[in-house]
C-alpha cells in the first residue's frame, strides 16, 4: 500500500469519529431540553395549581365582601364575628357613628370602631388614637409613632377580617387557606344625609329639604379599596393577593 493512501485513510477514520460525537452530543442536547422543558412544564402545573387555589380562596372572600359593605358591616360568618353592623348615622359627622356589635342602641358615641370608620366615614377621618390590637380597635392608626394617619396596605398588618382572634380559613389541611381583609382607603359618597332615609343606612340618594319639597343632588356612590390576602396555612408561599374596589 502506497504510504500516502494509508495516511489519507487515517485521516477519514478521525473525521467521521468526531462527526459520530458531535451528533451524539447533539442528540443529548436535544433529549436534556426535552426533559428539562417536561419537568419544568410539570412544576409549572402544579405551581398554577396550587396559585388557582389560593385566587380561589382570595375571590370567594372577595364575594362575601359584598354582603359585608351591603349590609353595613353585617358578616356573621366564622372567624368574623359580626352579626350586627353599623349605625353610620350623618355622614357628614364623622364623629356620629357606632358599632352596633359593641352598643345595639348606639347609646354612647364612645361606642365607634375603626371598622365602623372606615365604613361610615372617608380615610382622612379615620380615628387616629388609641390602640391597635382587636376586632373593635378604636384606632385605624398601623403605626402611632410617626404623626398623622398610617395605613398599612399589607393585610396581614391589622387586618379588619381575619385577625389572629379570630381567623377566617377555607378549605382543609394541607389544602387549607387562611384570607386577611383590610379596607385601605374610603372615598365618602352622598348617598345618605341621614334624615330622609333610615338613620345609620347608606340607600338613597344625596339630598335637600325646602318647604316640604325634596330636590335630589347627583348622586355619588361610596368607594373602597381593600386588600384581600390568602394564604396556605402551612406553607405561606402559596398565596394570592388581590385589590377590590367596591361602590357602594
Given at each position: 500500500?502506497?504510504?500516502?493512501?494509508?495516511?489519507?485513510?487515517?485521516?477519514?477514520?478521525g473525521?467521521?469519529?468526531?462527526?459520530?460525537?458531535?451528533?451524539?452530543?447533539?442528540?443529548?442536547?436535544?433529549?436534556?431540553?426535552?426533559?428539562?422543558m417536561?419537568?419544568?412544564?410539570?412544576?409549572?402545573?402544579?405551581?398554577?395549581?396550587?396559585?388557582?387555589?389560593?385566587?380561589?380562596?382570595?375571590?370567594?372572600?372577595?364575594?362575601?365582601?359584598?354582603?359585608?359593605?351591603?349590609?353595613?358591616g353585617?358578616?356573621?360568618?366564622?372567624?368574623?364575628?359580626?352579626?350586627?353592623?353599623?349605625?353610620?348615622?350623618?355622614?357628614?359627622n364623622?364623629?356620629?357613628?357606632?358599632?352596633?356589635?359593641?352598643?345595639?342602641?348606639?347609646?354612647?358615641?364612645?361606642?365607634?370602631?375603626?371598622?365602623?370608620d372606615?365604613?361610615?366615614?372617608?380615610?382622612?377621618?379615620?380615628?387616629?388614637?388609641?390602640?391597635?390590637?382587636?376586632?373593635?380597635?378604636?384606632?385605624?392608626?398601623?403605626?402611632?409613632?410617626?404623626?398623622?394617619?398610617?395605613?398599612?396596605?399589607?393585610?396581614?398588618?391589622?387586618?379588619?377580617?381575619?385577625?389572629?382572634?379570630?381567623?377566617?380559613?377555607?378549605?382543609?389541611?394541607?389544602?387549607?387557606?387562611?384570607?386577611?381583609?383590610?379596607?385601605?382607603?374610603?372615598?365618602?359618597?352622598n348617598?345618605?344625609?341621614?334624615?330622609?332615609?333610615?338613620?345609620?343606612?347608606?340607600?338613597?340618594?344625596?339630598?335637600?329639604?325646602?318647604?316640604?319639597?325634596?330636590?335630589s343632588?347627583?348622586?355619588?356612590?361610596?368607594?373602597?379599596?381593600?386588600?384581600?390576602?390568602?394564604?396556605?396555612?402551612?406553607?405561606?408561599?402559596?398565596?394570592?393577593?388581590?385589590?377590590?374596589?367596591?361602590?357602594?
Open positions: 500500500m502506497h504510504p500516502n493512501h494509508y495516511h489519507r485513510t487515517m485521516n477519514e477514520r473525521i467521521a469519529l468526531v462527526m459520530v460525537l458531535v451528533l451524539a452530543l447533539i442528540g443529548l442536547a436535544i433529549v436534556s431540553a426535552l426533559i428539562f417536561v419537568t419544568q412544564g410539570t412544576t409549572m402545573s402544579g405551581a398554577m395549581r396550587f396559585y388557582r387555589s389560593a385566587e380561589e380562596a382570595s375571590v370567594g372572600t372577595a364575594e362575601i365582601l359584598t354582603d359585608y359593605f351591603e349590609n353595613r353585617v358578616l356573621n360568618i366564622l372567624g368574623a364575628p359580626y352579626a350586627s353592623g353599623c349605625n353610620c348615622g350623618n355622614p357628614s364623622a364623629t356620629d357613628n357606632c358599632d352596633l356589635n359593641l352598643d345595639p342602641t348606639c347609646s354612647t358615641a364612645a361606642m365607634r370602631s375603626c371598622r365602623c372606615k365604613l361610615c366615614n372617608f380615610t382622612a377621618d379615620w380615628p387616629i388614637a388609641g390602640v391597635n390590637t382587636g376586632p373593635f380597635r378604636p384606632s385605624c392608626d398601623d403605626n402611632t409613632g410617626i404623626a398623622l394617619l398610617q395605613v398599612n396596605l399589607d393585610p396581614r398588618n391589622n387586618p379588619d377580617l381575619g385577625d389572629d382572634a379570630n381567623p377566617i380559613t377555607f378549605g382543609v389541611a394541607p389544602n387549607q387557606y387562611r384570607v386577611y381583609v383590610k379596607i385601605v382607603d374610603t372615598v365618602r359618597g348617598t345618605d344625609v341621614g334624615t330622609l332615609v333610615t338613620p345609620g343606612e347608606l340607600g338613597g340618594k344625596g339630598v335637600t329639604e325646602e318647604g316640604g319639597k325634596t330636590f343632588s347627583s348622586p355619588a356612590p361610596y368607594l373602597y379599596r381593600t386588600e384581600v390576602l390568602a394564604e396556605n396555612t402551612t406553607n405561606p408561599r402559596e398565596n394570592s393577593r388581590m385589590s377590590v374596589l367596591y361602590s357602594y
